[in-house]
């Protein structure tokens, strides 16, 4: 299965595995690639853990397969809830406690209340339930 791209098409797919934040499509862009370097649709599902139908259909013209695009896949919404808001909003106006009586962790943190200042501003986006 040889592929034959342009150098525009090339240009385009490695923008797409350089830049892309959507992991299937960089695969399928890297995937297109190695085609087109020359390299067997057996080795490419090896390498990119895909079936070889999959290959096929990333490797087929535009219009030649009845495939529908992917979709997306954002798991679990965040939520905002008023008690952790409050809890948010009270930690940041105390400050972090004094180094005596706060427990210090592997990563050299002091508390955890010294992030929730940097944590208010975020978590200001969600909706309150």
Partial sequence: MALRLTARDREALAATARSNADARETRQALALLDLDVGESPTQVTKRYRV????????????????????????????????????????SSSAGPAPAASCWVP??????????????ASPLSSFPVR
Avoid: F, L, N, Q
């Fill in 51 to 90: 079936g070889r139908s999959t290959v096929h259909e990333w490797a087929a013209p535009v219009g030649e397969t009845d495939r529908t695009p992917g979709r997306p896949h954002p798991g679990r919404r965040p939520v905002r809830t008023a008690a952790s808001t409050a809890r948010i909003a009270g």
């Fill in 106 to 119: 592997p990563a050299g943190y002091t508390t955890d209340t010294a992030s929730s200042p940097a944590m």
